[in-house]
């Protein structure tokens, strides 16, 4: 195949034809294509879009890439959760073990960070010792046994979006429907599931800042997942201000360790119960419990031992990746806080370093906001409406560049 054309063809709006994606994908998979000609690819695909037909091919030849799971005969259901990407959505971290409490299987593939949305798997890393890239026997060995696995895209399973997600991360072509379509659900599918439920944010710290471009994104993976056998349900949900307290990757296993010990925020407990009941045969009032009484916190430590990690450590996860500079945001004047911009306080966490601006950059896993005030309320003159945590004095003042613009009081 000539790439040039077949990129060509993309940007001038053409059709390209199922067989082609497929050789395209694969052919960049084994890395005889490179990340130069895949990113013009990426961006015309961001400038044109796809049709279905288009979208379902390039979601098949990404799933196909890799190896696909196959379950033994007999094994409990198998369900899993995946957001659109948000600003402090931890939700993951919480969700799968208390979904585990249930009897069902949860073999949840995620992803690292993207443009300006945190990644579950930048989150898990920050824990010493936690591995995302397991075998696939490994796997299969401790969901039978904790019925939770959480790992990453290896170069087995899912390697096309393993190289593509990271490649769009820092070439400004992740709010593409299509390509968010084949990311999300070529990972799914992957996982050979019974049953998916998508948390699609919109507002202006998702990728879709409308709630009807998210209701066309929630279409699209609804449509996929249906075409391959997978029930799928899609919850739209808004963006417009940061999930919970936190935003940057050990500051949310905090907060997730919180919640999982029953002292989570209302608005991440919410809607942690709002996915896990649309995908879990026990009911809401139960998993309320589970989460309040220790059972789901009992089984995070479970995965996070059978995973490299200790659940102490997860318990001082701020302890071991403590910023140096911790600078308070405070209230000018008192009011209502009518305004915390989930796009601004995410871009505030990249330029502290939670994010990636380079495929090859290090996160920092200390860097982020805490003690995000929650819109809607009364605020104090003088009170603190966000904890910024920084490496250095340069990102801070990065940081401080964005959040005075986030902050509004009525
Ligand atoms: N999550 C993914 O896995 N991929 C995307 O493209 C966006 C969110």
Not at 19 to 47: C, K, L, N, S
Not at 259 to 276: C, I, K, S
Not at 346 to 354: E, I, K, S, T
Not at 378 to 397: M, N, S, Y
Request: glycine content about 10%; overall charge negative.
């Amino acid at each position: 195949m000539h790439i040039p054309s077949f990129i060509e063809r993309k940007r001038d709006g053409h059709e390209l034809a199922p067989v082609e994606i497929t050789e395209f994908i694969a052919g960049y998979a084994r890395g005889e294509i490179p990340d130069y000609q895949a990113a013009a690819w990426a961006m015309a695909v961001f400038f044109s879009g796809m049709t279905a037909t288009e979208t379902g091919a390039l979601t098949r030849a990404m799933r196909d890439s890799g190896r696909v799971c196959r379950w033994p005969a007999g094994s409990p259901l198998k369900v899993d959760k995946h957001s659109t990407g948000g600003i402090g959505d931890k939700v993951s971290l919480i969700l799968a073990p208390l979904l585990a409490c249930t009897g069902v299987w949860v073999p949840m593939i995620s992803g690292r960070g993207l443009g300006i949305t945190g990644g579950t798997l930048d989150k898990l890393e920050s824990i010493p010792g936690f591995r995302t890239a397991l075998a696939e026997g490994e796997a299969l060995a401790q969901l039978a046994r904790i019925g939770v696995v959480m790992m990453g895209q290896t170069t087995d399973l899912c390697p096309a979006d393993k190289k593509l997600y990271a490649l769009r991360d820092v070439t400004a072509t992740v709010p593409s429907i299509p390509l968010i379509v084949a990311s999300i659900m070529s990972k799914k599918l992957a996982e050979s599931l019974d049953r998916l439920v998508l948390d699609v944010k919109f507002g202006s710290g998702a990728f879709m800042k409308t709630r009807a471009d998210a209701q066309a994104l929630a279409d699209a993976m609804c449509a996929v997942g249906a075409e391959c056998g997978v029930e799928t349900i899609a919850m739209l949900n808004p963006m417009d201000e940061p999930l919970g307290h936190t935003a940057g990757n050990a500051l949310e296993v905090w907060e997730s360790v919180e919640t999982l010990q029953g002292r989570g925020p209302e608005d991440l407990v919410a809607l942690t119960l709002d996915l896990a009941e649309k995908v879990s045969p026990t009911p809401r009032a139960q998993l309320a419990k589970w989460l309040a009484d220790g059972t789901a916190w009992r089984k995070w430590t479970q995965l996070v031992e059978a995973q490299g990690g200790r659940a102490a450590d997860t318990e001082r996860i701020l302890e071991i990746h403590r910023a140096p500079v911790i600078r308070q945001i405070r209230a000018e004047r008192s009011g209502t806080l009518t305004r915390m911009d989930a796009e601004l306080v995410g871009r505030a966490c990249v330029a502290l370093g939670a994010g990636r601006a380079k495929t090859s950059d290090a996160v920092d896993f200390a860097a982020g906001c805490a003690d995000i005030a929650k819109t809607g309320r009364h605020v104090a003159a003088g009170e603190t409406l966000l904890t910024i945590h920084a490496r250095d004095e340069v990102t801070l003042a990065a940081a401080l560049a964005f959040l005075h613009r986030a902050i509004e009081i009525a």
